[in-house]
């Protein structure tokens, strides 16, 4: 194995050194390692009287991971099987966090990197840390559909190896978030929510709970509950949806590659699908950053959005339950949404010395 230390197994951890001995991946030109993974699986209580009362709730904060999403758990996975077998250069198509993922390992593999993108429908966080870690960003007019469909094209012909969800090694990265949220609880939850864009997650969470639960990791496997954007929602409709659009960026996704995958998932696992408006999605982006102290992206407070609707449809029934929303990307991802229409005009320090009084007084 090479013992570079950017390739090397860290004594520290990273997804791969804690669970390679059950990922089907390659890895004898060594890992390829941000130490991903290992992220908190926050009580949620005081969200919890909001969106599911008399639950147990609790938050996988997935924006933890190093470039801030839950992507990097599968991209040590493909990046390290790239090397492997002698990649010089990844690609992908992103709504944005696949991207900043794929750049950072990319560089940390010492190979080179190219993002392909839906014009003015990424967010700046995700487009920054694209660009710094050096990739080569091409902005396409389209949606990340067409930028995938053209993406794979060119794969088919030239030696570059593909990054998306599609690649195997995607999933048997991601599919660890459910080993650990099974470690941290000692069995399943009874439910998991999550927002499906790609698919490539909900595909991966269901591969994971069924391999813990083979292995006598927990006893039972929960149920799953994927949440789309109702302008971006083919899972629900039953049909691709031509121009997606969401506040979500992230998941504005018409065609997923794993939409088979995730059909299977949600029967196999007995759970459901549903759609939220934006302005619901925005309603538990805003809750939960003021209810727990957690900021996440539009497209992770959908799993939130979407809890709160399936128990109001009486699809989920709280009491007594353990329920897991997971939070995919972090807030700060999506700068411009979370300013949109808040920063007031600054003010006297008069005035603002009144208005910390009156704070400091209410009850
Ligand atoms: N949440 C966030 C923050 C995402 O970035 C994505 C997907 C999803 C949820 C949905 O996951 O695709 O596996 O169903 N983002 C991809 C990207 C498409 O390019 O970054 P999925």
Redesign the pocket.
Known sequence: MDSSPAHSRSPYGGVIARYGDRMDIRSESGIVTLLEGDTPLLPAPRLADHVAPGSRLFLKYEGLNPTG???DRGMTAAVTDALARGAKSIV????????ASAAAYAARAGIRCAVVLPEGKVAHGKLAGAIAYGADVIPIRGS?DDALAGVREVCERAPITLVN?LNPARIEGQKTAAFEVVETLGDSPDWLA?????????TSYWRGFREAAASGDCARTPALLGVQAAGSAPIVLGQPVERPETCAT??R?GN?V?WKDAEAALRESRGRILAVTDEAIMAAYRLVAATEGVFC?P??AASIAGLAEAVRQGMVQPEGRTIVCVL??HGL?DPDVAMRGSVSEPESLEAAAERLTRLAEAR
């Open positions: 999403s839950f992507k992908c198509a992103s709504t944005g966090n696949t991207a990340f969800s999550l927002p499906v864009g790609n698919a490539g997650n909900i992230a998941i996704i997923p794993r992206e497209a992770s995919t990307g991802k």
